[in-house]
């Protein structure tokens, strides 16, 4: 059974920094897309991050690029999403994500068949 549970979530100054875990479990996670997502209150979903291991490739939405950093532990079977820099822009729920049958990197969320329960991200002004 695949579970995904994230951390790391809380409350932050802008400016500030945060590092999101998501630890993984279920499956051999190297070969898959690790995704992270975040949803603002009265918002859609959106694309935060994502990576695969195997292949070194990751990609960023525009507006984190820079600032973001996704990365994957095969050892822990961890997936980490650094934050530096952090607006108020950024406040949302953040969640992990596992694309089990892409072999390249994939936005949409649709393409990811396991989550995790997200944790709240709030940057404050």
């Known amino acids: 059974q695949v579970q995904l549970v994230e951390s790391g979530g809380g409350l932050v100054q802008a400016g500030g920094s945060l590092r999101l875990s998501c630890a993984a479990s279920?499956?051999?996670?190297?070969?898959?897309?690790m995704g992270w997502f975040r949803q603002a209150p009265g918002r859609a979903r959106e694309f935060v991050a994502a990576i695969r291991w195997s292949g070194g490739r990751t990609y960023y939405a525009d507006s984190v690029k820079g600032r973001f950093t996704i990365s994957w532990d095969n050892a822990k079977n961890t997936l980490y999403l650094q934050m530096n820099s952090l607006k108020p822009e950024d406040t949302a729920v953040y969640y992990c994500?596992?694309?089990?049958?892409?072999?390249?990197?994939?936005?949409?969320?649709?393409?990811?068949?396991?989550w995790g329960q997200g944790t709240q991200v709030t940057v404050s002004s």
């Open positions: 279920g499956r051999t996670f190297s070969s898959d897309v």
């Open positions: 994500a596992a694309d089990t049958h892409s072999r390249f990197i994939v936005v949409t969320e649709l393409a990811y068949d396991y």
